[in-house]
């Protein structure tokens, strides 16, 4: 080839229509859905202290989880969601379900369903066990109140929370009864995608009333959290759809955070590849600007 068919050829490369480019990311994106195969997963130190603060708890024990996000951050949220609390039910954790955000008991009630194969009634059968609404779990709502929501709760739930999302008066709960502040939660378990959220917990919940809390946050949020966990504030932290996936990964759960996770690694092979593509295009066309 000659040298000016040369420099066409990488010139009629970095004209290509970006339509081409968004086609290629999505076939990237969609494709590794239909394969079988898989890939490796490293879990993070923040990851595995967080696995661990739960594997202290007892059979038995009460773990708040706090839904504070909306269906835009399902897409990295919801699969930890699905993993905890599947983890609680296999190891006979009770679950306080609640949200600061309006959406976050549809998305608990969306997560319960993901797990269960169905809409979760008053009772359902699980790995051979019969889960009870208000024994095993309860989901108490949204109560508008941002943070003050937390601070309420740290005197008395049961006044943050009259009823639970279904309008049952929360004292009319087994599940509730002796529960009355954080005193009584054994664990806290926050799912947040912005403000009210982390941040708000770690502050309320666990500098005033000393809670233990691990976090789970969407990858753009994460590094505001991270100072939280090293200094101790926090068990530990899922980051977005990377923790999803080591999450799912120590758990023993091959859920969507495992599937995406593969599609996104597609997906950024993909863009690497055109940006290394497009930079050796615009040197060799020789249109490199003298500065």
């Given at each position: 080839m000659a040298n000016g068919e040369t420099?066409?050829?990488?010139v009629t490369l970095m004209a290509i229509d970006r339509r081409v480019i968004f086609l290629a990311v999505a076939i990237a994106v969609s494709l590794p859905l239909f394969l079988n195969i898989s890939q490796t997963i490293y879990v993070s130190p923040e990851v595995t202290d967080l696995y661990d603060s739960l594997e202290k708890l007892q059979s038995g024990s009460k773990v708040l989880i706090s839904f504070d996000y909306d269906p835009p951050s399902a897409p990295e949220?919801?699969?930890m969601a699905v993993t905890v609390i599947e983890y609680?039910?296999?190891?006979?954790l009770k679950m306080i379900l609640m949200g600061l955000w309006p959406q976050g008991p549809q998305q608990a009630n969306q997560a319960l369903e993901t797990v269960v194969g169905e809409p979760p009634g008053a009772s359902f059968e699980f790995n051979g066990k019969t889960y009870v609404?208000?024994?095993d779990w309860v989901n108490l709502g949204f109560q508008e109140g941002r943070e003050f929501i937390i601070q309420r709760m740290g005197s008395s739930i049961a006044a943050a929370f009259p009823r639970d999302y279904a309008g049952t008066p929360v004292k009319e709960l087994p599940l509730m009864r002796?529960?009355?502040?954080f005193n009584n939660i054994d664990y806290v378990f926050?799912?947040?995608?912005?403000?009210?959220g982390t941040v708000e917990w770690v502050q309320l919940a666990g500098d005033r009333f000393h809670a233990t809390i691990g976090a789970a946050n969407t990858a753009v949020q994460a590094p505001m959290i991270y100072p939280y966990y090293r200094a101790g504030q926090l068990t530990g932290i899922l980051g977005g759809m990377k923790g999803a996936a080591e999450f799912e990964a120590v758990v023993g759960v091959v859920g969507k955070g495992t599937k995406f996770m593969l599609s996104q690694s597609f997906a950024?092979?993909?863009?690497?590849?055109?940006?290394?593509?497009?930079?050796?295009?615009?040197?060799?066309?020789g249109r490199k600007r003298r500065f």
């Open positions: 420099k066409n050829f990488w949220l919801q699969p609680c039910f296999r190891n006979d609404y208000g024994e002796g529960v009355s502040n926050n799912l947040s995608a912005g403000t009210p950024h092979a993909i863009v690497i590849l055109f940006i290394v593509v497009g930079n050796i295009a615009f040197f060799a066309s």
